[in-house]
């Protein structure tokens, strides 16, 4: 998913970054060692749901003793992911799919992506390995893209999944960024998979304010957004469930230097990410978001109502 | 695309006072340290290029290569300086520095080189009858007749880098920068507001501290400037 958050401009800084990446320093291991429990540096990208994970990882491993450094908001994934496997951090919370076709396409493989979480990790896995990171047990937490009605609409439909649709989408009208036409998780999936064919497509941006807005004013009846966003319930809106997998598992995963990993370490990350949900997710989004409280008290409150 | 953090339908305000009780250590803290990184940003610049420009000036054959080589790095557009640096060394205060430094060069080195070459053949010639050696001449006479200039460089530097400190905020520093980039990350116009107020306010509080150390340093060009 963040490869549609990220910025033209982060791309092309970054692009200059990586070429001198591949020619030079491989960058020490993270300093270690001024804690008797080690110090781990936990990155985040620039947007708040990440920043929270962060500072929940953090939160949690600060807990049971270790010293956590942060480096919030560093950038979109073309600057973070580098930095793990130079050194320079020593975890983030990734997204399965997202990071799985990132670093494919770094290496020249194939993507292979899928809507099976478990799938995506073990790929992770296989990829990074080699290189000194490891991904943990992907979180029941998914940031992906999902279709949304509104509330009302679903009410008077009755509609729970995204099959559910194909009796009024003759009448529908269908929202998504101007790419949403061609691509595979977007209309043509919506044809292919659900045989969902809409009366229209208006585009709009990826789950952004325009969408919001045409759903407002009432432009579309279905539209893209992402399935953690804060705006989704700010705007009465709900998610349909994709019963047919079309969209590709984009679960919470740890990515984490193997150099600073331990048995204690994966446990605690483990445990939180299985006690995170995209409901608790899209809550403290909206609430860093719409109501505009610190990532950082929204993740300090997380961590100790789930009593880590 | 930062739309995401855009949630749109909901009225933010340009200022939420409440929040800016509650974070005034957060706004502190960057502040003080978008100062810190200026003042050492530019007190580094001018020591570098104090010797720098000197030479340039007296050796003509290097003044060339100097001006162009600050100049070069002058036009590496900011964003993409701190980006090459980072590989090399790393998320750090060095980066960042390293960046803000070699912005001030060319401006510092310039105005030395020209305030220099301002002083009146007439003065030179005076200070060597008087029997000045070449030394002395340069610290007793030329350099203070070239402070103006000198420090209209370190004003133009320092202003300059109260602004491209906030661009550092991009490589997990920056100062206020960091309040801006958080305001635009989520949509928030009262961090985005205070952090681009109190920036632009501090470049007006440098620039005229500057302009005062000036007049005081250089008591005989008040009694020119006057007539």
């Given amino acids: ?308 | 695309m930062l739309a995401t953090g855009v949630v749109g339908a909901v009225d933010d305000p340009w200022i939420r006072w409440d929040w800016t009780t509650r974070h005034l250590d957060v706004i502190g803290a960057a502040l003080s340290q978008h100062i810190e990184l200026t003042v050492v940003a530019v007190g580094l610049g001018v020591l570098i290029a104090l010797p720098l420009g000197l030479l340039a000036w007296r050796e003509r054959v290097l003044r060339g290569p100097v001006i162009s080589l600050t100049g070069i790095l002058y036009t590496i557009p900011s964003l993409a300086l701190f980006s090459l640096l980072i590989p090399i060394t790393g998320l750090s205060i060095l980066t960042a520095e390293i960046g803000l430094v070699s912005y001030t060069l060319l401006i510092l080195i310039r105005n030395i080189v020209t305030g220099l070459d301002a002083v009146p053949a007439e003065v030179r010639e005076a200070a060597r009858g008087m029997g000045y050696r070449p030394r002395k001449q340069l610290f007793q006479v030329e350099i203070p007749l070239a402070i103006p200039s000198i420090m209209a460089g370190i004003r133009i530097a320092t202003v300059t880098t109260i602004g491209l400190v906030t661009v550092t905020a991009l490589i997990g520093e920056g100062g206020l920068g960091s309040l801006i980039y958080d305001g635009l990350l989520r949509d928030f116009k009262t961090p985005l507001l205070i952090g681009s107020v109190l920036s632009v306010a501090l470049a007006l509080v440098a620039d005229l501290s500057l302009s005062g150390l000036q007049r005081v340093i250089t008591p005989w060009s008040r009694g020119r400037a006057t007539t």
């Avoid at chain 1, 649709?165 to 999936?189: D, I, N, Y």
């Avoid at chain 1, 079309?246 to 006690?275: C, F």
């Fill in chain 1, 1 to 308: 998913m963040l490869l549609k958050r990220s910025s033209v401009l982060g791309a092309s800084m970054v692009a200059l970054a990586l070429i001198t990446t591949a020619c030079g320093s491989t960058g020490g291991p993270a300093s270690s060692s001024s804690s008797p429990k080690g110090t781990i540096t936990i990155a985040s990208f620039n947007f708040s749901e990440s920043i929270i994970l962060a500072h929940i990882y953090g939160g949690a491993l600060k807990n049971k003793g270790y010293t956590v450094n942060y480096k919030d908001k560093l950038g979109n994934r073309e600057i973070v992911e580098p930095a793990l496997l130079s050194g320079q951090i020593d975890l983030y919370a990734g997204y399965a799919a997202t990071d799985l076709t990132f670093a494919e396409g770094k290496l020249g493989v194939t993507a292979d992506a899928s809507s099976d979480a478990a799938h995506n990790v073990e790929r992770l896995n296989a990829v990074l390995n080699p290189k000194g990171v490891k991904a943990l047990d992907p979180s029941p937490a998914v940031d992906q893209n999902a279709f949304a009605v509104t509330k009302a609409e679903a009410d008077s439909n009755h509609l729970v999944k995204l099959s559910d649709v194909s009796s009024v989408a003759s009448g529908w009208t269908l929202g998504g960024p101007p790419e949403c036409p061609q691509r595979p998780f977007c209309q043509p999936g919506l044809e292919q998979t659900y045989g969902l064919h809409f009366k229209g497509f208006k585009a709009l941006d990826a789950g952004g304010p325009l969408t919001y807005a045409a759903f407002k004013s009432s432009a579309i009846n279905i539209g893209l957004v992402f399935s953690s966003d804060g705006g989704i319930s700010a705007n009465n809106l709900v998610v349909l469930q994709d019963d047919k997998h079309l969209q590709q598992a984009d679960n919470i995963v740890p990515l984490i230097r193997s150099a600073v990993d331990n048995s204690e370490v994966t446990s605690v990350l483990n445990s939180v990410d299985a006690k995170l949900n995209t409901i608790d997710l899209t809550n403290m989004n909206k609430s860093a978001d719409v109501d505009k409280n610190d990532p950082t008290d929204i993740a300090n409150t997380w961590v100790t109502s789930h009593g880590f």
